[in-house]
């Protein structure tokens, strides 16, 4: 079955310092793809997504890249700030038609100031 | 603002005590979905409904039910939660069903005495 899985648990970052966060899938079959943000207590937020038909897409401080040769997606946070500590999670569809997300096992962001 | 709301925000309930967990959505969307988020997991899965038709995870257990009488409106029904069914409840929406963004409430986290 599909597997999406992150390769740090835990990410520490000072306060400035830009963010890396991994992301390894395993289906050949997805080909799309969303990161989300979760704080404590509360629901995913949707940061950004990438379709498998581009390699890079930046939004606000953030930037998704995408390598489907090595099924490896990222997500870069510039000029992190105390505000984006929370878990990250990454997660896929596939291009079965069926809307299912599945998820990785999310990174914990600390930022510390 | 459009939004996927949750209520309760907390809910208490006992061993064998049936409940029943709301979520409404001003989006419009055809899809919503209920997933199970136990701590430091990831969000799984438990069934969804494009518009009325309802799909559920083969792994969901019958204990899980759920309505939607209509658009806005999705019901997460637990006959008889056992201290295994404490966890945090996300309702989740999405335009359709087809590799589309799924947009997430707050949550509504179950305790179960």
């Known amino acids: 079955g599909e597997s999406v899985g992150l390769h740090l648990p835990t990410l520490s970052v000072q306060e400035g310092d830009n963010s890396i966060i991994n992301c390894a899938y395993s289906?050949?079959?997805?080909?799309?793809f969303i990161w989300y943000k979760q704080e404590s207590g509360k629901g995913p937020q949707f940061i950004i997504d990438?379709?498998?038909?581009?390699d890079k897409r930046q939004g606000q401080r953030v930037t998704v890249l995408l390598n489907k040769t090595v099924k490896h997606l990222s997500l870069q946070i510039a000029a992190t700030q105390p505000g984006d500590s929370a878990v990250y999670f990454c997660?896929?569809?596939?291009?079965?038609?069926?809307?299912?997300?599945?998820f990785g096992t999310g990174t914990r962001l600390t930022v510390i100031p | 603002d459009a939004m996927v709301i949750q209520n309760p925000r907390y809910q208490v309930t006992q061993f064998g005590k049936p409940v029943t967990l709301s979520c409404s959505q001003t989006?419009?969307?055809?899809?919503m979905y209920w997933y199970q988020q136990k701590s430091s997991q990831a969000p799984k899965l438990l069934f969804h409904?494009?518009?009325?038709?309802?799909?559920n995870e083969a792994d969901t257990p019958d204990n899980f039910q759920s309505r939607r009488p209509n658009t806005s409106f999705c019901f997460l029904d637990i006959r008889s939660p056992g201290l295994g069914d404490a966890a945090m409840y996300l309702c989740?929406?999405?335009?359709?069903?087809?590799?589309?963004?799924?947009?997430f409430g707050p949550g509504t986290r179950l305790l179960v005495l």
């Open positions: 289906n050949s079959a997805s080909d799309y």
């Open positions: 997660a896929e569809i596939d291009q079965t038609g069926a809307n299912n997300l599945f």
């Open positions: 989006l419009n969307h055809n899809v």
């Open positions: 409904y494009y518009d009325k038709d309802f799909n």
């Open positions: 989740a929406t999405s335009r359709t069903q087809y590799q589309e963004t799924q947009y």
């Open positions: 990438i379709r498998s038909n581009m």
